[in-house]
């Protein structure tokens, strides 16, 4: 362990010992820093180990997020007094309002560094269970007040960056999200025979998964050869229950990493009708495959997806729209295989290496 000591605050879920898609991040952030986190764990997780401190899931599953939530300020104030770290990395603006408060309740100093992968309000507003809006005001106001109040701020892309500077707020660096994108930079595979469309993400309200289901509904009446494929869980799964049922998509609650690269191959386009999208991680995952987008003109997709070149971009809700640009590329294989090699040189600014992103982190917190 080298480098000045940080504590990582996030609600990200992980398993010990970590996969290998995540180690890479880690082994590269303690060549940088003396890295020490703070997060939930997966159900059967240790909950201890490798500078790891991890919090187990509750039962029953409707209280979780709120009792972890509630004890965060407290269990990162018992952490900040233990190791003393000169930085807090928060992983939004929700885990920087508990850092701040867990400083004073330690009565310590430390950079608080937050970071915005995506628009934070969809938390509760287009996430999970409805009763989330009752909090959206007060959760509003915590996150602008924690986004004022960092020592730094550090965004992904141009939209998120955007975000920050309507708060009056200009970020200290913004740089993508770590990505292990090692099995999707393998040889490109060509567009397979039979057309098909790929949708990988959570089934909640931002990613629109409503509209995609009444969109496919509309393109496949013209598409007889086509498939759809859907690969994620969420509070949303019943459309996809529904379209598996009426329209003979096939639908996966989750792939590992190579599988979700395979699922691309076999794919002629990735489709990403959200309302609302941080850095969009799959959208470079489908542009290292070679596989454009067809997707809508919100959040970051825009600053990823140029209409015409590497995917057909749409306007977020318009669900005629969006059958329209599936059946239009779906229809159409020259066209998918000219847009997939856009796609493909799309890439290339949202590639980084674990070294370089441990640097980059490094240069943030001190």
């Known amino acids: 362990m080298t480098g ?37 764990a997966t159900p059967g997780s240790p909950t201890r180990g490798a500078g790891f401190t991890l919090v187990p899931p509750l039962r029953p599953r ?3 997020g709120l009792v972890f939530w509630l004890l965060l300020p407290w269990r990162t104030a018992r952490l900040v007094r233990r190791l003393r ?60 007040l924690a986004l004022r109040r960092a020592g730094a701020v550090r965004t992904v892309s141009p939209f998120t960056s955007g975000l920050v500077r309507e708060l009056g707020v200009e970020p200290a660096d913004s740089f993508p999200a770590y990505m292990d994108l090692r099995p999707f930079l393998a040889s490109r595979r060509p567009v397979p025979e039979q057309p098909a469309a790929l949708f990988v993400g959570v089934l909640e309200p931002y990613k629109n998964v409503d509209g995609l289901a009444a969109a496919w509904r ?11 494929r859907l690969v994620g869980d969420g509070s949303r799964a019943a459309v996809a229950e529904a379209l598996v049922r009426e329209t003979g998509a096939r639908w996966d609650r989750r792939l590992e990493t190579d599988e979700v690269a395979a699922a691309l191959d076999g794919a002629w386009l990735l489709v ?78 949202w590639l980084q290496t674990p070294a370089e992103y441990a640097a980059r982190m490094r240069k943030l917190v001190t």
């Open 85 to 144: 770290p000169v930085a807090l990395v928060c992983q939004t603006p929700y885990e920087g309002i508990a850092a701040m408060v867990a400083l004073r309740l330690a009565g310590r100093r430390a950079r608080v560094v937050v970071e915005i992968h995506a628009d934070w309000r969809t938390s509760t507003r287009l996430y999970g269970s409805a009763a989330r809006r009752l909090v959206a005001p007060l959760a509003d106001a915590l996150a602008a």
């Open 218 to 228: 509309l393109a496949a009446e013209r598409l007889p050869d086509a498939t759809l």
């Open 272 to 349: 990403l009708p959200s309302r609302s999208e941080g850095m969009g991680r799959v959208l470079v995952e489908a542009f290292c495959r070679g596989r454009p987008v067809v997707g809508t003109r919100a959040g970051s997709i825009p600053n990823l997806v140029e209409d015409g070149v590497s995917g057909v971009l749409v306007d977020p809700g318009d669900t005629e729209a969006l059958a329209g640009a599936l059946v239009r590329v779906l229809s159409d294989r020259r066209l998918a295989e000219r847009l997939g090699a856009g796609a493909a040189d799309a890439a290339a600014p």
């Open 4 to 40: 000045p000591r940080v504590l990582f605050v996030a609600r990200t879920r992980y398993r010990l010992p970590l996969s290998p898609s995540v180690a890479p991040k880690f082994d590269a952030l303690r060549g940088e820093l003396d890295v020490h986190v703070l997060a939930s």
């Open 62 to 64: 409707a209280l979780d």
